[in-house]
């Protein structure tokens, strides 16, 4: 088993695919209650440390973690990325001190894992006309890391949800003539909707509910259609204001259809301009259904109250998705193992 350290762990999305994978975590770090919880009722083996990063990242994490500088084989994780106030000056760490970027920048300075992955939404491409992504690059680079990155649709992965992440890996300058890495080749067959057991009722405790006039209006959409596929005047008044809206609205009065994949799974199943709705029933999305979107195994348990749920479950790293990448990255590492 190669060792990891993940941090902004959530739920244990990224961790379980990791594991999967054949990476042994000796520490995860996240500071959300509930997910903390999540994960050790689950993994109660695993190290769990449920506090703010900016606590852990000033320690000593070699002591802290018991192992080396150089040694970890993998550092995981994704840090929300604010616009940075320096972003594009090259000042290093500097550029990003009083973001959560910086506590994972600093995890890779104290302790430079062999392999990092990072991973984050698609639009940090594009964020602050790149300048942000290309300050992050940056540090990597600074750091003594040579990076690959690539956006990964997780529907190409055994994932049936379209779900697009950028994915960033660094691999440590002395090591980087020893091994190669590729991003996992895509998968023949992209699942769908039907292909993941939906619940028949499902228990008030695990799902969420329409109220009656948004119930109604919803009966009258088809699976996989929306707003425009019923009367425009029953529309209009639905969407209020957002029936002046620009652009195809197409999230509003979504109703998923069985033959094609789940939109992203988000965090909260009610907002109405992001809407999704059951193919069969006229409700939302269970969070365990939308759980076994995210291809977590149904005995991983979810703790919090219901909105917490949905919460864990649509920040979530695609369990399937880690697992493929997880794969690429262990490959890398077993060339280095084999001295190549």
């Not at 993940?6 to 990791?18: K, R």
């Not at 083996?45 to 703010?52: G, K, Q």
């Not at 990003?96 to 990072?118: C, D, E, N, S, W």
């Amino acid at each position: 088993m190669y060792t990891s350290i993940e941090l902004f762990a959530g739920a244990g999305g990224l961790a379980l695919g990791l594991e999967q994978a054949g990476f042994s975590h000796i520490g995860l770090v996240e500071f959300n209650r509930d997910a903390a919880d999540t994960l050790r009722k689950n993994r109660p083996n695993w190290n769990v440390l449920c506090e703010d990063i900016a606590l852990t990242a000033a320690r000593d994490l070699e002591k802290e973690f018991d192992i080396p500088k150089y040694e970890l084989d993998l550092l995981s994780g994704g840090a929300p990325c604010q616009s940075f106030s320096y972003a594009g000056k090259r000042l290093g760490l500097h550029d990003v001190r009083g973001t959560m970027f910086y506590h994972y920048a600093t995890f890779l300075h104290k302790l430079q894992p062999k392999i990092f992955l990072f991973e984050n939404v698609k639009g940090l491409l594009s964020h602050d006309n790149g300048r942000t992504y290309e300050t992050i690059l940056g540090i990597f680079e600074e750091e003594g890391y040579t990076t690959h990155h690539k956006v990964l649709n997780a529907w190409n992965y055994g994932v049936p949800q379209k779900r697009e992440r950028l994915i960033t890996i660094g691999i440590r300058n002395d090591l980087v003539d020893m091994c190669h890495f590729e991003f996992p080749v895509e998968y023949e067959y992209k699942p769908v909707v039907r292909d993941v057991v939906l619940d028949v009722n499902p228990p008030s405790t695990e799902c969420a509910q329409y109220s009656e006039s948004k119930a109604a209006v919803f009966a009258l959409v088809p699976p996989g259609g929306y707003w425009r596929d019923i009367d425009p005047v029953i529309a209009k008044a639905y969407m209020k204001t957002c029936w002046d809206m620009g652009g195809g609205r197409t999230g509003i009065l979504r109703r998923i259809g069985l033959d094609e994949p789940s939109l992203t799974v988000l965090t909260n199943p009610g907002m109405k301009q992001t809407d999704r709705c059951h193919p069969l029933e006229v409700r939302p999305f269970s969070y365990r259904e939308n759980a076994r979107f995210q291809t977590f195994p149904d005995e991983w348990q979810f703790c919090g109250k219901l909105t917490e749920c949905y919460k864990q479950v649509g920040n979530a790293v695609p369990v399937n998705l880690a697992k493929e990448i997880g794969l690429s990255i262990k490959s890398a590492l077993e060339e280095l193992a084999c001295g190549r």
